[in-house]
């Protein structure tokens, strides 16, 4: 397997300068120095809080949580179980008792027939003033009827005539007075346009235009004057300015800051790839030290243990169980066999001693006579039994 690649497919590295690569190398050696027992701390404190959490945290954790539980949440679970809930039950029953069912009693025994008498000459009232209003109302409606008969002569004999005189009375009048107002109209129209609006328009057109463009024309001459004055100006500070403030600090931007800032910048991308280098290679070896502390750790006191168990404890516990154990067992065993063939004798025995006192005193029980069947109800014979053929069920007897 070629673990290299080809000039084809290797990625496009950019050119780097010498300043790079005069910065690198010390800064990694440093950085490597100072970073290496930072990681072994770091991974010493990781595994240390590992174990702690797995042995000590975890099981007192658990232990505080059902202390919790039996301390805080348990009585009162219990006693809203068993103290709560009974009485609010009873609170309820009692309620029921004493409040529902007499409400209910009384409603259907006592308020419900009132209230049906009630309605009853609520009722019979209103029929009664029902037929009231009706009388009234047809006798108004008669009333109504000929004062409009009365009313419908008087307009139609005496104030329709009178409507038309007046009627042509004021045609008349407003004819006459319709020819004075458009004479007088006219007069006044005729003195206003002679007397007012003419010497207006000759003002307008001959002494108040060429007033007014003669200062239109100065304001546009004056305001012309002050925007170049402040154009001037304004060039002026413009070029100070610039000469002043801009230029020199173009120029320290230009030739000092960009400069010192690609070599900051050089130096930071240099320093945080030395920080991951360096953390990198300080992981493989904190996990090589782990490695060779867990292999020590375990040739000092798990082999040993492992060796201890397998060769000595396994084989004893064998022995134990196979000259101790294992005979114990299967006695306890037929102890327990035997005891309880005996006590299911001691039972029969029982039963028995019952049965025979029961018959001694009361004699021996009779036996049910046996009710002979009719002939519709007997099972059929051999030569009348029931076959896919027959008709002897309900749903296909005749």
């Known amino acids: 397997m070629d673990l290299e690649k080809s000039p084809a497919e290797r990625p496009a590295v950019p050119a780097e300068g010498c300043l790079t690569v005069a910065i690198r190398l010390p800064v990694r050696i440093v950085v490597l120095v100072l ?7 770091w991974d010493a404190l990781v595994v240390g809080g590992r174990f ?25 679970v219990t006693l809203w179980r068993y103290a709560v809930v009974p009485v609010g039950k009873a609170l309820a029953w009692l309620g029921y008792v004493l409040l529902v069912v007499p409400a209910v009693w009384t409603y259907e025994t006592v308020l419900t027939p009132v209230g049906h008498a009630i309605a009853w000459v609520a009722r019979g009232i209103g029929a009664g003033l029902m037929w009231v209003l009706r009388g009234l109302g047809a006798g108004f409606a008669w009333v109504l009827r000929g004062i409009g008969a009365v ?4 307009y139609t004999r005496v104030l329709t005539p009178v409507g038309r005189a007046v009627a042509w ?3 008349g009048l407003g004819i006459g007075v319709g020819a004075v107002a458009l004479g007088a109209y006219r007069v006044v129209a005729w003195l206003v346009r002679h007397l007012m609006v003419v010497p207006a328009l000759w003002l307008y057109e001959w002494i108040l235009a060429p007033v007014g463009r003669a200062i239109a024309w100065a304001a546009r001459g004056l305001g012309w004057l002050v925007r170049m004055i402040f154009t001037g100006i304004g060039a002026a ?3 100070t300015l610039r000469i002043l403030l801009v230029l020199p600090a173009l120029a320290l931007w230009r030739w000092v800051l960009v400069p010192v800032g690609r070599v900051l910048a050089v ?7 030395a920080l991951g280098h360096a953390w990198r290679v300080a992981g493989h070896l904190s ?5 060779f502390l867990g292999r020590l750790f375990r040739w000092i006191f798990v082999e040993p243990v492992r060796w201890v168990y397998r060769s000595v404890l396994t084989p004893v516990g064998h022995v134990v169980r196979d000259t101790v154990l294992r005979p114990a067992a299967e006695a306890a065993r037929g102890v327990g066999r035997v005891t309880r063939q005996a006590l299911a004798t001691a039972r029969e025995s029982a039963r028995q001693t019952r049965a025979d006192i029961r018959r001694m005193l009361f004699g021996t029980p009779r036996e049910p006579e046996r009710v002979p069947l009719a002939k519709h109800q007997r099972e059929p014979g051999a030569a009348a039994t029931r076959t896919l053929g027959s008709s002897t069920t309900a749903l296909t007897k005749d």
């Open 151 to 154: 009313l419908a002569w008087v």
């Open 52 to 76: 702690l959490r797995d042995t000590v945290l975890r099981p007192v954790g658990r232990v505080l949580q059902w202390v919790a539980w039996g301390v805080f949440v348990w009585p009162w």
């Open 287 to 291: 996990l090589a030290v782990g490695r």
């Open 237 to 239: 500070l413009y070029w």
């Open 35 to 41: 970073v290496v027992p930072v990681r072994m701390l």
């Open 267 to 273: 130096v930071a991308r240099e320093v945080g790839d």
């Open 169 to 171: 009375l004021l045609r």
